[in-house]
């Protein structure tokens, strides 16, 4: 039994280091899409503007702004259980997930341009400390598995690709004979032409 429940809180532990990691990700890719996008429809012009309004606020006021964000995807979320309750469950998922991604990419480029005054609140520091703590907890616990994981997939590659040589040659030689068939066909419609042109 003790080993039973061992198994379980290391499972619980890995789901919690699983669910942290793809934050994590989200994190840094979303926001750096978000900034490509930003930098394409021209909204990077706003940048020096935020950051004046941001010099202007104090601290916990730049909280308020730096969390309104996370506030704006609860309506987003309730919309996604009404999907997901309805029978939608694709459309939920996609919705919580699309809402979870869009919010953590905007507070990712919010809290680079509010780290220095947010960083002016002890306990923000101290939280900030934990979340770096947890980061490097998550992937170390991870560590192992993501090795034998990139084992495997180097594995597969290794086996898969005489496979895929040889499909992209059959591949290669099957476009060459239709090719060629579609020539010889070309050819005789053009020499029947002749032959009735002739006659």
Not at 178 to 199: H, M, N, Y
């Amino acid at each position: 039994m003790d080993q039973v429940k061992q198994r379980l809180i290391r499972a619980m532990w890995m789901a919690l280091a699983v669910i942290f990691l793809i934050e994590n990700w989200l994190w840094d890719h979303v926001r750096d899409g978000l900034r490509a996008l930003a930098h394409l429809i021209g909204l990077e012009r706003f940048d020096p503007w935020l950051r004046g309004v941001v010099s202007k606020l104090s601290p916990p006021m730049t909280l308020v702004l730096f969390v309104i964000p996370g506030a704006m995807i609860f309506p987003l979320k309730l919309v996604a259980l009404w999907l997901l309750a309805s029978g939608y469950i694709i459309s939920g998922i996609v919705a919580i997930f699309a809402a979870k991604a869009f919010a953590l990419g905007v507070m990712a480029v919010l809290f680079d341009i509010c780290r220095d005054k947010l960083m002016q609140m002890q306990w923000f520091c101290r939280f900030y400390s934990l979340m770096l703590s947890i980061n490097a907890w998550a992937h170390n616990l991870m560590a192992p598995f993501r090795r034998r994981l990139s084992e495997i997939i180097a594995g597969l590659r290794g086996r898969l690709a005489p496979l895929v040589r040889r499909l992209t040659q059959t591949g290669r030689l099957n476009v060459a004979r239709r090719l060629s068939r579609i020539r010889a066909w070309a050819a005789r419609i053009v020499e029947k032409k002749d032959q009735r042109d002739g006659v």
